[in-house]
């Protein structure tokens, strides 16, 4: 059985070579393939099976008008199967407008991470966030440290404070090549870099054994990718630590997240950067 991935970022020809060949299963983001449909190399009229993965982060990137127009180039007959780490409106929506006579199946984990990992939440000025995460890291001498914020700014900014600090830092956002992007995910696994900082779009499918460490300098606009996040330490049974760097006018995000996780975080102040609006 034969596959393939196609995706943007890298050269058309060697994914059209694949393609000419003949393939089983095909990977594929939505732009991308549609840019392979227009030049003839592939035929999507006799796929039997296709699978929208994460499709609530396919719909949050704004890829809803191509992924109608790819469910108008796959066969009326055919098994759909949506997967999505909640049913948002969207997600409802392309339910209504790709499956017939759907069934659910819903898989109830929120917080199951909890039994691993140490949460901990330190209060701290948002001007004094990459002061402390630097200190933090320095400090302890952690290795492997991977740290989310939420845009790509905010990624580059924290980058930079880091690398200039004197740690070894890439960053992953959605601005990056996709050569760019490899390069960092393998320099982290290998321990050639010590922190990689990262957007949540761009940190989908990110598995590294072993992360010891995961830590939010930004809440995510999300509360339920708090548990994403989260989660991407303490796998498979072993430990892990999330550390969340929340700034006073924060606090109220993260009670949403709380609800999710049905549990309360005790708030602490790290030594030498207590807020100055605490309280």
């Known amino acids: 059985m034969c596959s393939a991935a196609i995706y943007g970022g890298v050269k058309f020809t060697p994914q059209a070579k694949k393609l000419d060949k003949g393939i089983d299963i095909l990977i594929a983001t939505p732009g991308r393939l549609l840019e392979h449909v227009k030049l003839g190399n592939v035929d999507l009229s006799r796929v039997e099976i296709v699978v929208f993965d994460e499709a609530d982060r396919i719909l949050d990137m704004g890829f809803w008008d191509e992924v109608q127009t790819l469910l108008g180039l796959f066969p009326k007959k055919r098994q ?10 969207s997600v409802k929506r392309l339910s209504e407008v790709s ?22 939440l330190y209060l701290v000025d948002k001007e004094r966030k990459c002061e402390l995460l630097s ?6 001498n952690w290795h492997q440290v991977l740290v989310f914020t939420k845009t790509k700014q905010s990624a580059d900014e924290v980058g930079e404070y880091l690398n200039a600090s004197g740690l070894k830092t890439l960053v992953l956002h959605g601005d990056k090549a996709h050569s760019k ?58 430990e892990g630590r999330a550390i969340s760097l929340v ?33």
């Open 80 to 89: 759909t199967l949506l997967f999505s780490v909640g049913l948002s409106k």
């Open 99 to 120: 499956l017939k006579k759907p069934v659910t199946v819903a898989i109830n984990n929120q917080g199951d991470f909890a039994k691993k990992v140490e949460q901990t």
């Open 135 to 140: 200190f933090m890291i320095g400090t302890h």
């Open 181 to 238: 992007r490899t390069q960092a995910i393998h320099a982290f696994k290998e321990n050639a870099i010590r922190v990689l900082v990262a957007t949540d779009i761009a940190s989908r499918g990110l598995d590294i054994e072993d992360l010891p460490y995961v830590i939010n300098y930004e809440l995510p606009g999300d509360a339920e990718d708090y548990t994403h996040r989260a989660g991407r330490t303490g796998r498979a049974g072993k």
């Open 247 to 279: 700034a006073q006018e924060e606090k109220n995000k993260f009670k949403e997240i709380e609800k999710i996780l049905k549990y309360t975080i005790k708030t602490e102040f790290y030594p030498g950067f207590e807020t100055k609006r605490m309280g």
